[in-house]
């Protein structure tokens, strides 16, 4: 189960990472977390029944902040009334199976880890760029987890003192510099009244507008990769890595960045071998999340980390 902002995205995943059937719905922060968990309960038993197959376990992948320990909810803005509800339990009471669940990052990069482009890495981080920048961390098949379960916010490290002002406090942290909003934040800023394509602009457009030639489209790409590249590199350099594997809406356009990232890290990271990082894009495509959350089950209860095949 993935939970989101906006959806909560349940599917039944064998045990080689493929998606038998899928269902959604909308997050409705609105109606409380006891209809959430009821429209919850009833996704999982209709996808079970489409798909023919039984419930063995529930791995949820979630936006945060989530005790991956007690499996309690923190104070996620998006629902705040689901502060000290707990879905781990509640769950595992009403489908009497194992229930594991992690930050979504986490998930995701334990999903990419076991069957997508981080397979076999050693040391490996997953990174997703949407609107906002998030991460997992992958240590010989095992996640690192913070003191207490935390989970490390590498998207809120600062890059720059002198950037924007972030909701977690810093100033110019990557976030606020490098995701999908701050990309579309510096193209609204710099295009004059008259630009063309001045209604409408998402990062995904931007890209599209770079890619046709448009000047200042082409600088907000750069600009980003320019950025994107100092996070990056503080990476490589901090944890010399086998791997990143980049994920999420803006990498998408990865084409547009991979060489101005790649310029970067190859002038900041002189101490450490950094040509031997190597920079992939996520495989698991769109259900990615979901995958990743049934790696979360495999990961917990399987007892030899992340799980390869069955
Ligand atoms: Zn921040």
Known sequence: ??????????????????????????????GGYSRALENIRKMLETTSRVSGTEISGIGI???????????EFGNVNFFPDWKGENPVKDLAAIFRVNVAIENDGDAAAL???GWGAGKEKKRLIYIT??????????????LYRGVDGSHPEMGHHVIDPSGPLCDCGA??????????????????KEAGDEYPHRANLTAKRICELAEEGDALAQRAVE?????????????VTMFTPDAIVLGGSVMKSAHLFLDGIRKIIQQNC?????????????????????????????????????????
């Open 61 to 71: 992948g979630s936006t945060g902040p989530v005790d991956p320990i007690t499996g």
């Open 129 to 142: 760029v949407g609107t906002g920048i998030g991460n997992g961390l992958i240590f010989d098949g095992h």
């Open 111 to 113: 999903g990419e880890a």
């Open 171 to 188: 100033h110019g942290c990557w976030e606020s510099l490098a995701a999908g909003p701050a990309l579309t934040a510096w193209m609204r």
């Open 1 to 30: 189960m993935d939970i989101g902002g906006t959806k909560i995205a349940v599917g039944m995943i064998d045990g080689e990472g493929k998606v038998l059937g899928r269902l959604q719905c909308s997050t409705d922060a609105d």
């Open 270 to 310: 002189g101490l450490v071998p950094f040509e031997k990082t190597e920079l992939t894009l996520a495989s698991l495509g769109e259900d990615s999340n979901l995958i990743g959350a049934a790696q979360v089950w495999h990961h917990r209860f399987s007892g030899g980390g992340v799980h390869h095949a069955c």
């Open 223 to 235: 600009r980003e990769a320019y950025y994107l590249g100092l996070g990056l590199a503080n990476l």
